[in-house]
């Protein structure tokens, strides 16, 4: 049972109240009874995550906060190494990834562009490949595995596909692609 505030102190359009974070709702006895002594042990009748900032445990509700205040770690967003080594170390996955990406970049600008955006297509694909197989990837992990994966995988495909069709001289010949072109672009 929830205690309601005086009317005038809560305004008519305030919204609904934030449930109390921990602690018995008002009107109710101490679940621990009138003869707990300071010293003894704190009991929680409900459900409890973490312990909040204050040390104390959380209520948990399965209602959204008003406020966001921390975020979840992505799975697998671990570091690489182990927390003695350097931070280029424990961030391999991601310096990996964005040096290819760079070397691709860099053979773009050479006049190189179907290595280039192959080579940056074919990164892509390596970050989805080590982010399916490494436990722990670092900063390569975004967001939750499979999205990822598949954000990688797609756009890495994508690129790789477009780099080797790309004209003059395809590498890759699609038949289907052209007929689709030639009739999206009929005079």
Known sequence: MRSKAPESESGSGSGPEPEPDSGPEAGAE???GPSA???DELTVSDAVSAPGPDGEPRRVTRRFPLFTRDTARPEGGGRAA???APAPARQWPILAVTGMVGLGLLLTALS??????????VALLV???MRWMLPDV???AVRSRFTDLVTYGVLGATIAL????AQ???????????DTLHFTIRT
Do not use: Y
């Open 30 to 32: 101490d679940p621990a």
């Open 37 to 39: 002594q300071e010293g």
């Open 82 to 84: 182990s927390r003695e």
């Open 112 to 121: 190189l562009f179907k290595a280039g955006t192959l080579l940056i297509g």
């Open 127 to 129: 970050g989805a490949a």
């Open 138 to 140: 670092g900063m390569l």
């Open 162 to 165: 477009l780099a080797m069709m």
């Open 168 to 178: 003059p001289n395809p590498w890759l010949v699609l038949p289907f692609l052209d």
